[in-house]
C-alpha cells in the first residue's frame, strides 16, 4: 500500500507542477522516476515514451498507467493514473466556473504566455534528454529528418508520423536481422 500512494504522490506532484501538456512533463517525469526515484531505467522511459505515443490517449495519462502497472501492477496503474489527472481536472473544472471573467483578464493572458515560453524551453529539454539516450545511426538520423520534413514543411499529422516510423522501423529490423542471419549462416 505504501508502494501506491507513493505513486500516487509522485504523480499528483508531476500532475500538479507541470503546464504545457505531457511532453512538457517528460522532463520532470524523468526526474522523478528514473534519476530520484529510480524506479525505471532510461532505457525504459524510452520504451515508455514509445508505448504512450502509440497508444489512444495523452501521454502524461499513458506514462503514469504504464510506470504504475509496471511498479505495483493494476492499483498502482490505477492510483497513478488518477495521481496525474487530478490536479488538471480540479484546476478545469475551477475554471469553468469563471471561465469568460477569467480570461478577460490581461494578467491571465501575460501569464499564459509566459507559461507557453516556458513550456517550448521544457519540451526542448526533454527532447535533448532523450536524444542523448537514444540510439545513434544512420537510421535514427534519417528518422529524424524525415519527421521533421514530414511535420513542419509538409504539416503531416502527429499519427501519420508514427504510423510511418514504425512502419520503417519495422522494414529496417527486418532488412537488418535478415542481413545478420545471411552472414551468421553462409
Not at 49 to 70: K, L
Amino acid at each position: 500500500m505504501k508502494k501506491i500512494l507513493n505513486l500516487f504522490y509522485t504523480f499528483l506532484k508531476i500532475g500538479a507542477f507541470t503546464f504545457g501538456g505531457g511532453l512538457a512533463m517528460l522532463p520532470l517525469i524523468h526526474r522523478e522516476l528514473v534519476e530520484n526515484k529510480k524506479w525505471i531505467s532510461d532505457k525504459d522511459m524510452l520504451e515508455m515514451i514509445a508505448v504512450a505515443e502509440s497508444t489512444p490517449g495523452v501521454i502524461a495519462v499513458n506514462s503514469a498507467t504504464y510506470v504504475g502497472y509496471v511498479i505495483a501492477g493494476f492499483w498502482g496503474a490505477l492510483f497513478s493514473t488518477l495521481g496525474v489527472i487530478l490536479p488538471s481536472l480540479i484546476i478545469i473544472i475551477t475554471i469553468s466556473f469563471f471561465y469568460d471573467k477569467f480570461l478577460a483578464i490581461k494578467t491571465v493572458e501575460y501569464i499564459f504566455n509566459g507559461i507557453r515560453a516556458g513550456v517550448v524551453v521544457l519540451i526542448l529539454n526533454g527532447v535533448l534528454r532523450l536524444f542523448k539516450v537514444s540510439p545513434k545511426n544512420i537510421f535514427s538520423y534519417v528518422l529524424i529528418v524525415l519527421a521533421l520534413i514530414l511535420s513542419l514543411l509538409l504539416g503531416l499529422g502527429t499519427i501519420y508520423i508514427i504510423i510511418i516510423g514504425a512502419f520503417l522501423g519495422m522494414l529496417y529490423s527486418t532488412y537488418t536481422l535478415s542481413e545478420v542471419e545471411y552472414y551468421e549462416y553462409s
